[in-house]
């Protein structure tokens, strides 16, 4: 509404996670604004030019398939995840970021599990989560980056010559989360954690050998 407000809108569930991520990008860019700029900011109009503190680079989409992978509403094993991630965050030091969890939790319940659909592995896709194991075992560590993770993953798809690339992707999700879409896996597997990881595909490889 802030960028267009005399345009159109189309109003929809999925579009939730997309407007979230980008109210937290204006957030997270607040702080670095000269003063006068700050006013041209959604956020400072968002919250009456006293924002409160926030700040994570954890998109909602990123959460949101944090908690689809656990199949968790328990905070405390969300929370377990992300300090993995950063130590740092805390829900007293970083409250705002706790309610995002809730919400991100209801998003889940509400919109994600009824139409939760997991593809099984088969002979077919068999040896693509194969190389990927190998890929995630032995090219890769927790000191990698995101970026990283997400170019060896990419070079499997390339490997085993998907027509395009987001069926690879596509075919991930819906493995490992149920769903068509998803988060960037070289973000989610930093979040999630690398031996989370491999363990699940391992179990979903092991279970229909």
């Known amino acids: 509404?802030?960028?267009?407000?005399?345009?159109?809108?189309?109003?929809?569930?999925?579009?939730?996670?997309?407007?979230?991520?980008?109210?937290?990008a204006h957030y997270?860019?607040?702080?670095?604004?000269?003063p006068i700029k700050k006013?041209?900011?959604?956020?400072?109009?968002?919250?009456?030019?006293?924002?409160?503190?926030?700040?994570?680079d954890i998109t909602f989409n990123s959460l949101t398939n944090l908690v689809?992978?656990?199949?968790?509403?328990?905070?405390?094993?969300?929370?377990?995840?992300?300090?993995q991630y950063d130590s740092n965050l805390s829900p007293s030091s970083n409250p705002e970021f706790d309610k995002l969890i809730d919400y991100a939790i209801n998003y889940y319940n509400d919109f994600v599990l009824p139409n939760k659909k997991y593809l099984e592995i088969n002979s077919?896709?068999?040896i693509v989560f194969q190389d990927m194991l190998k890929v995630l075992k032995l090219e890769i560590s927790?000191?990698?980056?995101?970026?990283?993770?997400?170019?060896?993953?990419?070079?499997?798809?390339?490997?085993?010559?998907?027509?395009?690339?987001?069926?690879?992707?596509k075919l991930v999700y819906q493995v490992l989360l149920g769903q068509e879409q998803g988060p960037r896996l070289g973000s989610f597997i930093k979040l999630y954690g690398l031996q989370e990881?491999?363990?699940i595909i391992e179990e979903k490889v092991n279970f229909h050998e």
């Open 142 to 169: 927790e000191t990698n980056s995101a970026e990283e993770i997400q170019t060896l993953l990419y070079e499997v798809g390339k490997k085993h010559q998907f027509e395009n690339l987001k069926d690879f992707f």
């Open 28 to 34: 997270n860019s607040y702080d670095k604004l000269e």
């Open 124 to 126: 077919d896709n068999k």
């Open 39 to 56: 006013i041209d900011s959604p956020i400072w109009h968002i919250h009456a030019g006293n924002p409160k503190l926030f700040k994570s």
């Open 197 to 199: 990881t491999i363990k």
């Open 68 to 83: 689809s992978i656990c199949n968790t509403d328990d905070k405390e094993i969300i929370w377990s995840f992300i300090n």
């Open 1 to 24: 509404m802030f960028q267009k407000p005399k345009s159109a809108k189309k109003l929809f569930f999925d579009v939730i996670p997309k407007t979230v991520d980008d109210y937290i």
